[in-house]
């Protein structure tokens, strides 16, 4: 099976600096790994994912990294907005018809 | 694009009571997921739905809970008899398979069940 974990249950930022959040993961055989917010009230939302053949993928002021050697991603949120303070889940699948597993997420506060 | 769907908003009921959420997901979504997410923690399994056929169910508590999705569009999970774990937000999700390498799972803003 996968279990995922992350490392901090709480971050928190100043409006403008950049933001990491870790994760890590036991499979080595997982090959998709994803990223989701959920702010209060609501369901999760996609934010970035990447499969195990990449090392690195860039949106829209997010960034994720993978580290296989370690089992080990990031979320890296540039210019950190009050708009960004949320919950924030990896979830990694391993390859087939598996689930996704969710970690328990790292709650994000934005300072102003 | 409309969203997941999902009702009630809210559900309080007693101990031993019967309770029941219903999903309706994206249009075209052949994959729907009912997930329960207990407060402070991530998201967890509980059916997988292919159309309306059962992909996995393997983590789907079977004496109190059940799930069904007739015609393959719309969900409804029940529990019964209920019991103060079961407190939780019940998360449905769908999502389109065939986009290739991506598995991104589209969720609805949940149904809040508390259990007294």
């Known amino acids: 099976g996968e279990s995922v974990g992350l490392h901090l249950p709480t971050l928190s930022v100043q409006e403008g600096d950049n933001s990491i959040i870790n994760c890590a993961y036991s499979n080595s055989a997982s090959d998709y790994f994803i990223w989701y917010k959920q702010e209060s009230g609501k369901g999760p939302q996609f934010i970035i994912d990447i499969r195990s053949n990449m090392d690195k993928r860039q949106g829209q002021r997010v960034t994720v990294l993978l580290n296989k050697t370690v089992k080990h991603l990031s979320l890296q949120i540039a210019a950190t907005q009050p708009g960004d303070s949320a919950v924030y889940f990896c979830?990694?699948?391993?390859?087939?018809?598996?689930?996704?597993?969710f970690g328990k997420g790292t709650r994000l506060s934005v300072i102003a | 694009e409309a969203g997941v769907a999902q009702s009630p908003r809210y559900k309080i009921i007693e101990k031993r009571q019967s309770v029941a959420f219903w999903c309706n997901p994206i249009s075209g979504h052949a994959t729907l997921y009912w997930y329960q997410q207990i407060l402070g923690q991530g998201p967890k399994l509980l059916i997988q739905?292919?159309?309306?056929?059962?992909?996995?169910d393997s983590q789907l508590p079977k004496d109190r809970f059940s799930a069904e999705r007739l015609k393959g569009v719309d969900s409804t999970l029940k529990i019964q008899p209920a019991k103060l774990e079961d407190s939780a937000v019940y998360l449905c999700?769908?999502?389109?398979?065939?986009?290739?390498?991506?598995?991104?799972?589209?969720f609805g803003s949940g149904t809040q069940l508390s259990v007294l």
């Open positions: 739905f292919q159309n309306n056929g059962v992909v996995d």
């Open positions: 999700a769908s999502s389109l398979p065939g986009q290739g390498w991506s598995e991104k799972l589209f």
């Open positions: 979830a990694a699948l391993l390859s087939g018809n598996t689930p996704l597993v």
